[in-house]
């Protein structure tokens, strides 16, 4: 029997990438968003689900009878403090709630960079902002601190924090994934540093379900850039090999509005959004 996956937003960006990448004779997906969705392909392993993280109901219907959940629901940028509060951290907490009281044992939960995003790389000038991110043999260790760039971020590492907690006071296994920009091609500038291309995203969340990693998790969702300054080490000790680069994509690399002003912060132009501004 093939293993069972839901996956949360699986609407949104991310999730319409994956999902060809994920379904397969070995894996079954249940595909929940609250937004319409397209519907099953003759012969293809999903089950559409429209639902509400804050439906309890349903969201303990959704985890009934799965092996796994794949959480990458959220308000995807910078938003009001209350939504996101709303939505990214008590959405999560509803989520964790619902696998754990459904015996779901794994959850892979969709974090972001820019929980990270005001670190500064090292000798990166000028320096009028951030703060040094800590180095490791491979690049900034997956296990910094948080460090948020915005509200967003803010939501983010509270994602992680309640992972942690869950993985911590019931058994479970989650991974936390810092994943970087997730696109066909690397936006912009700092996207040649910190694409994870949706081939290598769907190899990183394979390897989360496969591996044999007990407790909390916290990962690197990067390619093998060639100009990347994050660790990729945590992620090979799960067996996350990245196949991708971005450096074919450079010569019609253009910056992003408020790009070149950020360089060197790893939230890039975030690091210059107005706090609670949708974006």
């Known amino acids: 029997m093939p293993a069972r996956l839901l996956v949360t937003g699986a609407a949104g960006r991310i999730g319409r990438l994956l999902r060809p990448r994920l379904a397969g004779p070995e894996r079954f997906l249940r595909l929940l968003d609250v937004a319409e969705q397209p519907p099953a392909a003759p012969g ?5 689900v429209r639902a509400d993280l804050h439906d309890p109901v349903a969201l303990a219907s959704a985890c009934s009878g799965v092996d796994a959940v794949l959480h990458l629901a959220a308000i995807p940028g910078e938003d009001t403090f209350a939504e996101l509060l709303r939505v990214n951290v008590a959405g999560t907490q509803s989520l964790l709630e619902a696998a754990r009281v459904a015996g779901v044992p794994r959850v892979v ?3 972001s960079i820019h929980a990270a995003g ?3 790389r090292a000798g990166s000038s000028p320096e009028p902002a951030g703060v040094p991110a800590p180095t490791g043999p491979d690049g900034v260790p997956a296990t910094a601190p948080p460090r948020p760039d915005t509200y967003y971020g803010w939501s983010k590492a509270a ?3 309640l992972g942690s907690l869950y993985a911590d006071r019931f ?3 989650v991974f936390a994934l810092r994943l970087g920009a997730c696109f066909p091609e690397p936006p912009g500038i700092s996207g040649l540093e910190n694409w994870i291309s949706p081939d290598d995203c ?3 969340v394979d390897a989360c379900l496969r591996s044999d990693a007990t407790g909390f998790r916290l990962l690197w969702g990067i390619s093998r850039n060639s100009r990347r300054w ?7 000790e799960i067996g996350y090999e990245p196949e ?3 450096e074919p994509y450079a010569d019609r690399a253009r910056p992003l509005d408020g790009e070149e002003a950020t360089a060197g912060l790893v939230g890039a132009q975030f690091c210059a959004y107005p706090l609670g501004e949708r974006q």
């Open 44 to 48: 293809e392993p999903v089950e559409i």
């Open 109 to 111: 939960l969709a974090s």
């Open 118 to 120: 005001w670190y500064r």
């Open 159 to 161: 994602v992680e924090s």
């Open 171 to 173: 058994g479970m296994v």
């Open 202 to 204: 769907a190899r990183l």
């Open 230 to 236: 994050w660790s990729l080490a945590e992620g090979r």
């Open 244 to 246: 991708d680069d971005a």
